[in-house]
């Protein structure tokens, strides 16, 4: 449960920027997924069960970006909530995301 709070407390203070246009489709991409996915969660409409599922998605559109930090805090987010003590790498791991994407929004 500590993952989905961790989700929904980003997605509450509103750190979650995308772009509608740009030049790396897999940078908008991942961005618009993780914006979604931490919707859900702080919606309440995302189970733990279903967030693993989420999570690999934007890990997989993360790769083929060439936005700096992306492709490894994606892969970060991936692993920590694929462990059973995710708490400590989740959240530095969604924050680098964020601030990626944040970057491409600008």
Known sequence: MKRLTAMAVTAALGLVACSDSGPDGGAEIA????????????????????????????????????????????????????SADEADGLTDAMNDFQTACVDVAN
């Open 31 to 82: 961005c618009s997924l993780f914006a979604d996915t931490a919707k859900d969660v702080k919606d309440g409409v995302l189970s733990e069960a279903e967030l693993r599922p989420r999570v690999q998605e934007i890990e997989e559109a993360a790769r083929t970006s060439d936005q700096p930090g992306m492709a490894d805090a994606a892969r970060r987010i991936l692993a920590a909530v694929t």
